[in-house]
Each structure stands twice: as C-alpha cells, then as structure tokens.
C-alpha cells in the first residue's frame, strides 16, 4: 500500500455502476416482475416499480431515467431536495417517493417533493402532515407502515394498532390513508409478513400494498403487492451506512 501514488484517488467503498450495468439491472427487475405476476395469475401492469435510488447521485440515477423508469423512490428528504428537481426538470412526469422514516418538522418539504409517502406511523406524524397539506395545496398519497414483527428498533406501527392509528387519521385529520407499507424482519422469512400486511390492507379496503426489496420482491408480488420497493438490484450496492 506504502507506494500508491500520493495524488491517486481515495479507494472508494463501492465502484459505481456504469450505465450499462444499471440498464440491464432494471431490465432484469421488470422481467422477474413480470414472471412473478404471471406465475400468480396477476396482470403485471398492477404492480409498480419503485426504484429505490438512496444515496445514488443523479448521474447514477439518468441512465434509469433514460430507458423510461419514471417512478423512484428515496429515503433522505434533503437529499432529495437536493437531486430530484433538476431530474423533474428534464423528466416531469417523474413519480417520487418517499419510502424511508419522515420527521415531523421535515413534513413540508416532504409535501412539497414526494407524490407517496410510504412511512406514516404515528398520530403526530399525520397531524404534521395534514397542516401542511393544507398549507401547500398539495396531497401526496399516503402509506401506514405496519411493524409487521413487533421490531422495537423497527419504525411502522404495530399491527394491532392499524385501526386505531386509520380512524384518527380520517376522523381526527381529514387524512385520506391509500394503503400500507411493511419491512419484514431481516432475518425471517418474508412470505408471513407479507400475508399479514395483506390481510389487514383486506380488511380496510385499501388498495395499494408497499412490501418486497431486492431480495424478496417476487414473493412480495405472490402475495399481492400493487409497490415493490427495489434499490440494489438496479443500482447496485450501496456505500455501508456511516
Ligand atoms: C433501501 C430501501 C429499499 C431498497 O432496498 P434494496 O434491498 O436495496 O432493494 C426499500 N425500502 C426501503 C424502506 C428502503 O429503505
């Protein structure tokens, strides 16, 4: 190590992918959705891809643009204030979501920027955002996440509070809520969770099911997902967080 050149460029956690590489990710995504689908019997136009671009900069993002990907998802509200309207700029029709946690006091800005905001958890969270739908004359659609394995760490809430947590949005907020968002617990197998998530949408009459990631997507789609949400299988690894 002693003799790299002094002026070479610091290694980098992960390469970036080449434009190539992100194409032909995306194009094997949309294949294996299309199969997922057609193995349930489901009409593969009822499930859309959220290509998840957290932490990818925008010229990681253009090649996805440019072979007609339209709707994306990010995790990071500055972040994203950052990237996406000079991408809209270029691509209007662009759908942007915002699928990781939303503090409070972020809940304009996320208002302002994001088409669906998949992590509505908690009252004070719906009580932030219906004043600033209010206020900017403007309403994203609306996911509760639901903490499908009782996760302490895990944002979402729990499964025996969805109710509670949609009739105060409605009756208390005026919120309209479209569906429900879940993130499995790493290390069980996801098919369970899935079903419960799908269950309770059911149960409420809500149509659009938030559920499956690079590694479990098809079975997310087996068991009704209208959302998978995929990032590394398109853009490739992600810097570890820090
Ligand atoms: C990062 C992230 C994804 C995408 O995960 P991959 O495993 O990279 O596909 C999906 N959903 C949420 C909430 C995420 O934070």
Redesign the pocket.
């Given at each position: 190590m002693d003799d790299v050149a002094p002026d070479a460029p610091a290694p980098q956690a992960t390469t970036p992918l080449e434009a190539t590489d992100v194409v032909a990710g995306l194009e094997a995504v949309r294949h294996r959705i299309r199969q997922a689908a057609q193995d349930s019997e489901r009409d593969p136009a009822s499930v859309a891809l959220v290509a998840?671009s957290?932490t990818i900069p925008a010229e990681g993002i253009l090649p996805a643009l440019e072979a007609g990907q339209r709707v994306f998802?990010e995790?990071y509200v500055q972040e994203s204030k950052a990237k996406w309207p000079a991408l809209r700029a270029r691509f209007p029709d662009v759908e942007l979501h915002l699928?990781?946690p939303l503090q409070s006091n972020k809940a304009r800005e996320a208002v302002e920027l994001f088409d669906v905001i998949?992590g509505l958890d908690r009252l004070s969270l719906a009580a932030a955002l219906a004043k600033e739908i209010e206020r900017v004359g403007r309403a994203p659609k609306l996911l509760i996440q639901v903490n499908t394995g009782d996760e302490p760490q895990k944002g979402g809430v729990s499964p025996s509070a969805v109710d509670t947590l949609l009739s105060e949005c409605r009756d208390t907020h005026g919120l309209a809520i479209q569906g429900l968002m879940c993130?499995p617990p790493a290390e069980a197998p996801p098919s369970p969770h899935f079903a419960l998530l799908a269950r309770i949408a059911h149960a409420h009459n809500l149509p659009i099911l938030s559920m499956g990631?690079?590694?479990d997507y098809p079975a997310a789609i087996q068991m009704g997902a209208t959302h998978v949400?995929?990032?590394?299988?398109i853009f490739g690894a992600?810097p570890p967080k820090g």
């Open positions: 998840v957290k998802g995790n699928v990781g998949h993130i990631m690079s590694a949400r995929v990032g590394t299988a992600r």
